[in-house]
């Protein structure tokens, strides 16, 4: 089998593949001459200047700013809803208190001991049909009296 090279050509006798040397391929290659524009590009973004570098610490600086406003906020909106939370639950039992207190204060109310009371020692009566005077209610919430009522 005959093997050409780039100048050369040789014979390889056998029955097996010879190896290659990928080493000596990759620096046989031609290395690509890079322009002198090209080169500066690179170097120039290679460096980092001291203004580029002030640039990236305020922008680094105020992203810390902002995210730790926010963490804050957070933070301060967590502890706020725990304190609404604490506040509903009182609230609740307050509430919860107060109709037991009021369902105790109206079942202790014996009312026909009151209407006792108020007939047979303090004297009152029920209204007859002439003394109770109907007054209707037009367009507000209140009634403004503006004489005396009649006797």
Known sequence: MA????RTSYY?????????????????QPKKKLSNETRKNRDKAYHMNLGY????MAALLVAGYVL????????????QMKEIAKLESQLYNLE???????????????LEEIK???IGELGM?????GQIVHYTNEGS?????????PE
């Open 125 to 129: 009566v029920y209204a007859t049909e």
């Open 3 to 6: 093997v050409q090279g780039r």
């Open 53 to 56: 570098v002030v640039f990236l």
């Open 141 to 149: 919430d209140y009634v403004r009296q503006l004489c005396d009522i």
């Open 12 to 28: 390889i006798e056998g029955n097996t593949a010879r190896k290659l040397d990928v080493r000596r391929a990759i620096e046989e």
């Open 116 to 118: 006792r009371i108020a």
């Open 68 to 79: 730790i406003g926010y963490i804050q906020m957070q933070a301060d909106i967590t502890t």
């Open 96 to 110: 919860l208190a107060n109709d037991e207190e009021l369902t105790r204060i109206n079942s202790s109310i014996d």
